[in-house]
């Protein structure tokens, strides 16, 4: 006899995609979102996800390449990147799964403040110098 407590996936939540996906320029929210879909047995919707990505990413760094780095070219795309990956392709990707558990987020912050601040502590040792 199935519990629907059994039935309801735990998947990352929205907000944590969004924060990964600003933190880690939008592939830290991809990962995360391709374990949710794993999870589930998505498993072709993360092949276009990774798609969707490496588009993305490709259009992005050609803007770079071309107008130099500046908060627009970096920071606006990002933005709206992880805008974009939490609102439709959220939507489109776990249509279907409106209910489920929020998976624990600690593992997921704990691992971006131990890649997040021995960077800040060398940039601002480098800017010390």
Same mark, same amino acid.
């Given at each position: 006899?199935?519990?629907?407590?059994?039935?309801?996936?735990?998947?990352?939540?929205?907000?944590?995609?969004?924060?990964?996906?600003?933190?880690?320029?939008? $592939?830290?929210? #991809?990962? %995360?979102?391709?374990? *949710?879909?794993? /999870?589930? =047995?998505?498993?072709?919707?993360? !092949?276009?996800?990774?798609?969707?990505?490496?588009?993305?990413?490709?259009?992005?760094?050609?803007?770079?390449?071309?107008?130099?780095?500046?908060?627009?070219?970096?920071?606006?795309?990002?933005?709206?990147?992880?805008?974009?990956?939490?609102?439709? $392709?959220?939507? #489109?990707? %776990?249509?279907?799964? *409106?209910?489920? /558990?929020? =998976?624990?987020?600690?593992?997921? !912050?704990?691992?971006?403040?131990?890649?997040?601040?021995?960077?800040?502590?060398?940039?601002?040792?480098?800017?010390?110098?």
């Amino acid at each position: 006899m199935d519990h629907p407590e059994e039935a309801t996936p735990t998947l990352y939540p929205r907000i944590l995609v969004f924060i990964y996906a600003l933190f880690f320029p939008i $592939i830290g929210g #991809v990962i %995360l979102l391709s374990i *949710n879909l794993k /999870k589930l =047995k998505r498993h072709m919707s993360i !092949l276009w996800l990774f798609i969707g990505f490496l588009l993305f990413e490709s259009v992005h760094l050609k803007w770079i390449m071309e107008d130099g780095l500046s908060i627009w070219t970096f920071f606006l795309p990002v933005g709206l990147g992880a805008i974009f990956l939490i609102f439709p $392709i959220w939507d #489109v990707l %776990l249509k279907g799964t *409106n209910t489920y /558990k929020r =998976k624990g987020v600690w593992v997921p !912050l704990i691992v971006m403040l131990l890649i997040w601040v021995p960077l800040m502590l060398i940039n601002f040792f480098k800017l010390a110098d």
